[in-house]
């Protein structure tokens, strides 16, 4: 097969530079690691990798821990693809032809392969449950052939990967600016005492109620993460007050997709969210808060994922990022100094304008 690659798209210079290491690694069947901010459109930069193997007969699976992932990346790719046959697996999904030349699936449906792909992608690497799953992190290798490549995608690698990065003993590159060339919004930390002791008096801290109030008479959406379901709940309660229309989403909500939905289409002007938001979700022009950012959920990789949410499109590249905290953790320091370290990178590069 010639050319099975339909795209007319352009890759940014920090994409392009991605991209032609990612065919390296896929012509020398190399491990690489690509790092990438979030928005920075990570999945374009496996087009030309994935064309090459593909022309050459080779096998390719593209892996993720997460099934809202997979259903996202699958018709991408088969439009970009449109003569290839993809299998799209995970749980639940009867998609049985085993031999497609490209497989889309979730990590858990490749313990169901062994030795059988020459391309192995995983994305989004330091999401859960492949993270902390050695199950999952073995069905990976064994379903890939002795001769192959590896290829990890995450805007947040771990601190073992990051540690490797930075002393040359891992193979990686970094995709430091969004395409649209403006920095990455830095979160900002703003004490808020004991806010959850105000929220038993029905309370919310004046400084979340500052942050709230003008964004509900300006219309400025905004998305907002709690550390709890419980915590949420009480959240919600005292916000209704000030609008009716404020909504909240949790991972056992059956209507999550359907509140997503109409966040998007602007109908509700403020989503209070778990972390089940935290990454995948592109809204284009909102703010962010966490309250009680300093909750052991708030690890490192998910502050910078919300941090994440924030200014992704072309025509809104800012936004506000603010962590409300009842003293700052390690994590909220690291997330901060990652997405500035990026942000210079990307400058130094020539990726932002400035």
């Not at 999904?93 to 030349?101: I, S, V």
């Not at 004490?191 to 105000?198: A, D, L, M």
């Not at 959240?235 to 909240?248: C, F, G, H, Q, V």
Request: hydrophobic fraction near 40%; aromatic fraction near 8%; proline fraction near 5%.
């Amino acid at each position: 097969m010639d050319k099975p690659l339909l795209w007319d798209g352009v890759l940014s210079e920090g994409q392009d530079a991605a991209s032609n290491r990612v065919s390296v690694a896929v012509e020398n069947s190399a491990e690489l690691l690509v790092w990438a901010v979030a928005g920075a459109g990570k999945t374009e930069v496996l087009f030309a990798g994935i064309e090459n193997a593909l022309s050459t007969g080779m096998r390719v699976c593209i892996a993720t821990p997460r099934t809202d992932v997979v259903l996202e990346l699958a018709p991408r790719l088969q439009k970009v693809f449109p003569e290839i046959t993809v299998a799209v697996l995970y749980g639940g999904n009867e998609d049985r032809h085993e031999y497609a030349q490209l497989t889309i699936a979730t990590t858990h449906q490749l313990l169901r392969f062994y030795k059988a792909f020459d391309v192995m992608i995983v994305d989004e690497v330091d999401a859960f449950p492949y993270s902390i799953d050695e199950t999952l992190q073995y069905a990976v290798q064994q379903s890939r052939k002795p001769e192959s490549s590896l290829i990890y995608l995450t805007a947040t690698p771990n601190k073992q990967w990051q540690k490797e990065c930075r002393t040359g003993k891992r193979n990686y590159v970094t995709i430091p600016a969004r395409f649209h060339r403006q920095p990455l919004p830095v979160p900002q930390f703003v004490w808020s005492g004991n806010w959850e002791k105000q929220l038993k008096k029905r309370k919310l801290t004046t400084s979340i109620k500052k942050w709230i109030e003008p964004r509900l008479a300006s219309g400025k959406q905004a998305l907002i993460f709690a550390p709890k379901i419980a915590v949420m709940d009480k959240i919600l309660n005292i916000l209704r007050a000030m609008n009716p229309l404020i909504e909240s989403v949790h991972a056992e909500d059956p209507d999550r997709k359907e509140k997503v939905l109409r966040f998007r289409n602007k109908e509700i002007p403020i989503l209070l969210t778990t972390t089940i938001l935290e990454r995948g979700v592109t809204i284009p022009n909102i703010d962010v808060a966490v309250i009680g950012a300093e909750d052991r959920i708030f690890t490192e990789s998910a502050l910078v994922q919300i941090a994440g949410r924030a200014g992704r499109s072309a025509e809104y590249p800012t936004g506000d990022v603010t962590f409300f905290h009842y003293g700052k953790t390690e994590a909220m320091i690291s997330a901060r100094r990652q997405i500035v370290m990026m942000n210079k990178e990307g400058i130094k590069k020539g990726l932002i304008d400035v």
